[in-house]
């Protein structure tokens, strides 16, 4: 079924809650609707905008010249649920991720629960490995089924054919270029093994283990480690609420850069210079392949750049963390651009570090 969504602004489908209209707008209730009209804007080289919740998108207050399709699709179907194989479940592109959470802990399924309060579709998950309180997707996606604009055809992607890494997929390598703002490979559902135990995985986050006043590693129910990660994103302003402002954002703005050793001694050293032999050191987080990840947040930060700096009237970072740019509430997308320009010139100047945008930009550039 389709559905017109008539004279509409990006902005009004967004988180961000920037972006002008779109030419087309089609609102995707069913698979053929997703796949139709995919392929009729493809066929007739009409740039492409698929949409879920909007929450990881900044589009330009131009709008956007081409077909806006809102992927609508609801439905979680289990294909087994025993103690053997664990619970296989399909997930519907356009359902909201947090609800099939909620769900996963409810009927005891283990595996998501630290994923507790991300806003947007469960299509969209895989396209940047969504990730929060160290678990991320690709732990439990077992397949993607997609539709293939190059092949014109369904198919099932595998987890190791979605080549996960950090905030990254083969789906997100694929954005920009010829294939617009949205991925060669169009997410039709997504399908989870999860654990069936009312227990969580192990906690991995520090700052979660320590709310639920437990050791690292250790498991806790289900229910108690969602309300746990929910209550630590509202603190943040992690959770969608119209009326903060510190949730008209994106979540994050930037990754966490992940950068050499060598990379790593020049930002220890630039850090000691700026703040004293005495003063605050930054994140690091070693990885498998001997480079280390150190956390963006913390760069902004000592930069200068503290929670709610900007232009109070139009974009400015979360008065509850410094790694989100928020909408005021009359900011337009260039005013969103400029802060992340500035943000990310000055922690190149003070760190020589290029920060790198998490969002998707439509119709804008970040350099
Ligand atoms: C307050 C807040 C907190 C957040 N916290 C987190 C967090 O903790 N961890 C995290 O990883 N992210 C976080 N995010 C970012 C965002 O919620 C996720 O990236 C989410 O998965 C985006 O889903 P969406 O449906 O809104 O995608 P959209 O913003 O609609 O789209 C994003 C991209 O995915 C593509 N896309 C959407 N649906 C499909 C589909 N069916 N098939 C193919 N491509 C598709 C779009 O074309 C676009 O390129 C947060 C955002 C906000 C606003």
């Known amino acids: 079924m389709t559905a017109g969504l008539g004279d509409r602004r990006l902005s009004q489908i967004t988180t961000m809650r920037v972006g002008g209209p779109g030419e087309d707008f089609v609102f995707a209730q069913d698979v053929d609707t ?19 919740g909007g929450s990881n998108l900044v589009v330009a207050d131009d709008g956007f010249a081409g077909t806006v399709l809102q992927v609508g699709t609801r ?28 769900q996963a802990c409810e ?71 010829e294939f617009g703002p949205s991925p060669r490979y169009i997410v039709l559902s997504v399908a989870f093994q999860l654990r069936p135990t009312s227990m969580s995985q192990p906690v991995a986050y520090a700052a979660l283990a320590h709310g639920l006043g437990v050791e690292l590693g250790e ?40 950068i050499s050793s060598e990379q790593m001694a020049e930002v220890r050293s630039k850090a000691t210079a700026l703040l004293g032999d005495d003063g605050p050191k930054p994140p690091e ?37 410094p790694l989100a740019i928020t909408n005021r509430g009359e900011a337009g997308s260039e005013d969103v651009v400029a802060l992340a320009r500035e943000i990310r010139a000055g922690v190149f100047d003070a760190f020589g570090v290029e920060l790198v945008n998490e969002p998707v930009f439509v119709g804008l550039e970040l350099a």
Not at 34 to 52: K, M
Not at 308 to 321: E, I, N, Q, R
Request: charged fraction near 20%.
């Open 285 to 321: 987080f070693p990885q498998a392949d001997g480079s280390i990840k150190t956390s963006a947040a913390w760069l902004i930060d000592k930069a200068g750049y503290g929670k709610g700096y900007g232009a109070p009237a139009a974009a400015t970072l979360s008065t509850k963390h």
């Open 75 to 102: 439905g979680i179907t289990v294909e087994t649920d025993d103690l053997c194989g664990g619970v296989i479940v399909h997930v519907q592109a356009g359902e909201p991720w947090d609800d099939f959470v909620a």
């Open 219 to 258: 498991r806790v129910p289900l229910q108690a480690a969602r309300e746990a990660v929910l209550a630590q994103r509202a603190q943040r302003g992690m959770v969608l609420d119209p009326d903060d402002h510190d949730t008209w954002s994106c979540g994050s703005f930037f990754t966490n850069p992940i």
């Open 34 to 52: 997703i796949i139709e009209t995919v392929r009729a804007a493809d066929d007739a080289g009409t740039p492409l905008l698929v949409v879920g």
């Open 107 to 177: 009927q005891e399924w283990s595996g998501v629960e630290a994923l507790s309060g991300i806003p947007g579709s469960t299509g969209a998950t895989p396209v940047q490995n969504v990730g929060a309180y160290g678990q991320e997707v690709s732990q439990t996606i077992w397949q993607v089924k997609v539709y293939d604009r190059v092949k014109k055809q369904i198919k099932t992607l595998f987890n190791a054919d979605c080549q996960f890494a950090y905030r990254h997929s083969l789906l997100k390598a694929t954005i920009g270029g």
